[in-house]
């Protein structure tokens, strides 16, 4: 079945770090680009960070620029979040998510809704103690 698989959030202590991975299958997420979003209680989704497929060029939210790294494997079709200096503010939801004729580039990945993305990991929980 095609679908997004996603791991690695967990318990951390504020100023830890945690690696989320998103892998897919039944199609290669090398040639898709793919955002990071999350989602605390009571909150909106927010988008976190989102990585090429064309150029690999990455983008980050201000709230985790220089915290937070996406890079990708081809090797193994799978794309990372790597979340340093995690904060209590982090503690969320962690999604990924991709579209097979959207998502070449990440052109206007954190202004679409939900519904306008073709393909969304299951969620994987991050919480950071104070």
């Not at 690696?19 to 090398?30: D, I, R, V, W, Y």
């Not at 220089?66 to 081809?74: A, E, I, L, Q």
């Not at 794309?79 to 990440?106: G, H, S």
Request: hydrophobic share 30%; proline share 2%; charged share 20%.
């Amino acid at each position: 079945q095609v679908q997004l698989v996603e791991s690695g959030g967990g318990l951390v202590h504020s100023g830890g770090s945690l690696k989320l991975s998103c892998a897919a299958s039944g199609f290669t997420l090398n040639y898709f680009a793919v955002g990071w979003f999350r989602q605390a209680p009571g909150k909106e989704r927010e988008g976190v960070s989102c990585i090429s497929a064309t150029d690999e060029s990455t983008y980050y939210d201000d709230s985790v620029r220089g915290r937070f790294t996406v890079s990708r494997d081809k090797a193994t079709n799978t794309v990372y979040l790597q979340m340093n200096n995690l904060k209590p503010e982090d503690t969320a939801v962690y999604y990924c998510a991709t579209d097979r004729i959207l998502m070449l580039t990440c052109a206007g990945w954190n202004s679409r809704g939900v519904s306008e993305y073709e393909f969304w990991g299951q969620g994987t929980q991050v919480t950071v103690s104070s």
